[in-house]
């Protein structure tokens, strides 16, 4: 008679060479209303090659890299159901070493670190002190996963201090890379279009010293964190010719980082910005820019 255990075992190695594979969690619905229509929603695309991928190809490839990192557009509602989709299912495959968010700050980690292992109180948002600035509605399901399965939850932006500081202080980091006048050039225009051409052009390059500072924080952050290490920040701060694998890579980061970028409808992402992107449906166009006027 066979032992069952060796049985289950040989079964799986039957079934996918590499072992046995955990079920994914099912997929969120949409919650975004635009662009229900267009031919790449739903679409996941590899990059490297151009092809559409399924969610659980996505995840295999993802799950076997040290440092994974998630853009977003910060409003859609789809892109933190897929980042707490994406939590879960890597989870699933193999022990998530660290969550680490671009909506957290270094005086908030204390806090995290106390929550550890314990009890969630019931108001969770005002024990950690969220910043008002990022929806909890939108980053409070990612917060509270992490926390109830024991993933130590990491602050992977400055402080205020610290960007009042670059701002007025700018310094240049150390790196070839993330100092290339090309990458200077694009950040400093993405500067521009983000205060809607409305901030003085002397103060431009102390806006791009602040963003710069912000990436090098997340990558010191992701490379000091426990692996495997999941990064969830603006696209921009994920990009990989723009932002923080830039400053991976000119802190000599051993190991393979993954991009993987959550786009809407309409957006054009090549393979020089990301590993693989995800296209969600759209949110209603917004004038942020009339509002600033």
């Known amino acids: 008679m066979r032992h069952p255990l060796l049985s289950a075992f040989s079964l799986c190695l039957v079934l996918v060479l590499g072992g046995c594979q955990a079920s994914l969690p099912p997929l969120p619905g949409r919650q975004s209303s635009e662009g229900r229509s267009h031919a790449e929603l739903g679409h996941i695309v590899d990059l490297a090659d151009g092809q559409l991928i399924s969610p659980e190809q996505l995840v295999q490839r993802l799950s076997t890299a040290p440092r994974v990192l998630v853009g977003e557009k910060h409003d859609n509602p789809d892109h933190h159901a897929l980042q707490l989709w994406l939590l879960r299912a890597l989870q699933r495959q193999r022990v998530q070493g660290s969550l680490l968010l671009e909506m957290l700050q270094p005086e908030q980690q204390p806090l995290l670190d106390k929550l550890a292992g314990q009890p969630l109180p019931a108001d969770l948002a005002q024990a950690l002190a969220w910043q008002d600035g990022w929806d909890w509605q939108l980053y409070?399901?990612?917060v509270t996963e992490a926390l109830q399965q024991r993933v130590p939850l990491l602050a992977a932006n400055l402080s205020p201090g610290e960007?009042?500081?670059?701002?007025?202080?700018?310094?240049?980091?150390?790196?070839?890379r993330s100092n290339a006048p090309k990458v200077k050039a694009a950040l400093l225009e993405h500067v521009r279009a983000g205060h809607c051409g409305m901030l003085p052009?002397?103060?431009?390059?102390?806006?791009?010293?602040?963003?710069?500072?912000?990436?090098?924080?997340m990558a010191e952050r992701l490379l000091a964190a426990p692996q495997p290490a999941l990064l969830l920040a603006g696209a921009y701060h994920?990009?990989?010719?723009l932002g923080v694998p830039l400053h991976l890579a000119d802190l000599n980061a051993q190991g393979e980082s993954k991009v993987?970028?959550?786009?809407?409808?309409?957006?054009?992402v090549d393979a020089g910005e990301a590993d693989f992107v995800w296209y969600?449906?759209?949110m209603p166009e917004q004038d942020y820019c009339a509002q600033l006027r």
């Open 140 to 142: 409070g399901p990612i």
């Open 163 to 176: 960007m009042r500081q670059a701002y007025r202080q700018p310094v240049s980091l150390p790196g070839e």
């Open 201 to 217: 052009e002397s103060r431009l390059p102390a806006m791009l010293a602040v963003q710069q500072q912000r990436d090098r924080r």
């Open 238 to 241: 994920v990009r990989k010719d």
């Open 260 to 268: 993987l970028l959550l786009a809407e409808v309409g957006e054009q």
């Open 280 to 282: 969600t449906a759209a």
